[in-house]
C-alpha cells in the first residue's frame, strides 16, 4: 500500500476460497476498509478442470477495473515503487506483457533448496520458450510470480482460462 506515493491510481484485490483461514480473511476485510484500494473477493467454488490459483486470477482479473493488470504472489516481496516502474516500462517500451521476478519469501529447507534450482533451470531453458499470440516469434518467458499484462493484451492472449489446466501460468 506504500506504493501509493509513486503509482496514484492502483487497486489490491484478494481472492479467498473457502479453504483459506477465517482470521486472515478477518485482517485482510479491516486493511480493506482502511485502505480504500484493497478489496476482498469471495470466491466462487473451484469448477471441474481448473486449477485453484489460475481460477483465482481469472476471477480476478474480471474484477479488475484498469487497463494494467499485475498478477503476483502473497509469498513475495517487492521493493518500493515497483508498480509504477513496471507501469512507466510498459508505456515507455509499449510492452504488453512485463514479467518480474520478486524475492520470495521462503521459509522451509526444502524452499530454499528446490526453488534456486528451479530458476536456474527457467533461466537455462528461457530461449526454448515461443511467444504465444500477437503474432510475434520473439522468444519470451513469463515468471507467475509477478506478471503485468495490458488488459488488451491479457484478453487477446485468452487470459487465465488458456491455461486453466495448468500448474504452471
Not at 53 to 76: M, P, R, S, Y
Not at 81 to 93: E, F, K, L, P
Request: glycine share 8%; with cysteine.
Amino acid at each position: 500500500v506504500s506504493q501509493s506515493r509513486y503509482w496514484y491510481n492502483f487497486q489490491v484485490k484478494k481472492f479467498f476460497n473457502r479453504c483459506q483461514r477465517y482470521c486472515f480473511r478477518i485482517i485482510l476485510i479491516r486493511l480493506a476498509n482502511e485502505f480504500g484500494n484493497l478489496r476482498v473477493i469471495q470466491g466462487l467454488s473451484l469448477p471441474t478442470g481448473w486449477v485453484g490459483k489460475v481460477w483465482a486470477c481469472h476471477n480476478l482479473a474480471q474484477e479488475a477495473q484498469g487497463e494494467i493488470l499485475i498478477f503476483t504472489d502473497a509469498d513475495t516481496v517487492h521493493r518500493q515503487g515497483t508498480i509504477a516502474r513496471s507501469v512507466a516500462a510498459m508505456q515507455m517500451y509499449d510492452l504488453t506483457m512485463l514479467s518480474l521476478i520478486p524475492r520470495q519469501i521462503m521459509t522451509t529447507f526444502a524452499e530454499h533448496a528446490v526453488i534456486p534450482i528451479v530458476h536456474m533451470i527457467f533461466f537455462a531453458t528461457m530461449l526454448n520458450y515461443r511467444r504465444i499470440g500477437l503474432g510475434r516469434t520473439t522468444p519470451v518467458a513469463a515468471i507467475g510470480q509477478f506478471i503485468a499484462f495490458t488488459r488488451e493484451g491479457y484478453q487477446q492472449l485468452g487470459g487465465h482460462e488458456r491455461v486453466r489446466s495448468s500448474l504452471v501460468e
